[in-house]
């Protein structure tokens, strides 16, 4: 199993709609978990931290489920511009080092 | 403004040539990283830095160098012993522990 998995899609979604992608990590020690977007040919840019009770930004709502070991990433309301792929990254219990997911990919079509 | 910053933003590479890669920041981050991402993959960790004058191989080293004399800089050398150097490569730097990790805009190095 990997130690980030995610499903690469692409996810294709009108816009307007609501989308969600899941992240499973197999390492039960993990401590912090985060949400990044990566545009074509760009570097990858933090999206939002995911904290244990759920947090929201916006249109974008996160949720960490340990029992389970997943996170996900819930897109409302997609724009155009929400076009991108999104890394899941864990970070383990040693040292600074991230686990980076393989990305989902997400087009939002008009 | 603080940040990442790579340079160059293109590279070439001759065969049998070893070639460095800049990263400086000024985010006074103790740790940073250096990726490589291959097209249509995911961020593979080829040697990180906690503190100055440290620094561990990450899942795919060989091939590659690093020096850490400075805080705010951590350079990255491909040498010819990297028989496919080709890819897109990320710089990062974290506060800490449990951090996220902060991204440059990347160096793209290609083979002549």
């Known amino acids: 199993r990997k130690e980030v998995e995610q499903d690469p899609g692409p996810f294709n979604v009108p816009e307007g709609a609501t989308v969600a992608f899941n992240c499973t990590y197999s390492?039960?020690?993990?401590?912090?978990f985060f949400w990044y977007r990566q545009d074509c040919r760009k570097e990858p840019k933090l999206l939002m931290s995911v904290y244990s009770s759920g947090n929201e930004d916006g249109r974008f709502t996160a949720q960490l489920n340990r029992a389970s070991q997943y996170i996900s990433l819930l897109i409302r309301d997609s724009k155009l511009s929400d076009s991108a792929t999104y890394l899941c990254?864990?970070?383990?219990?040693?040292?600074?080092?991230?686990?980076f997911g393989g990305g989902t990919r997400l087009m939002v079509k008009p | 403004d603080g940040g990442i910053t790579q340079s160059p933003k293109y590279l070439f590479r001759k065969e049998g040539q070893n070639v460095t890669l800049s990263c400086e920041q000024n985010l006074n981050h103790d740790a940073m990283y250096w990726y490589r991402q291959d097209p249509g993959q995911g961020l593979r960790l080829i040697y990180y830095s906690q503190i100055v004058n440290d620094f561990q191989k990450g899942d795919i080293a060989e091939g590659y160098s690093v020096s850490r004399e400075k805080k705010e800089s951590f350079p990255l050398t491909v040498t010819s012993a990297q028989k496919n150097p080709t890819a897109f490569y990320l710089c990062?730097?974290?506060?800490?522990?449990?951090?996220?990790?902060?991204f440059g805009d990347g160096t793209r190095l290609s083979i002549l």
């Open positions: 990062a730097s974290s506060m800490g522990q449990y951090q996220p990790q902060h």
């Open positions: 390492n039960s020690a993990s401590q912090s």
């Open positions: 990254v864990v970070n383990h219990n040693a040292g600074n080092m991230l686990t």
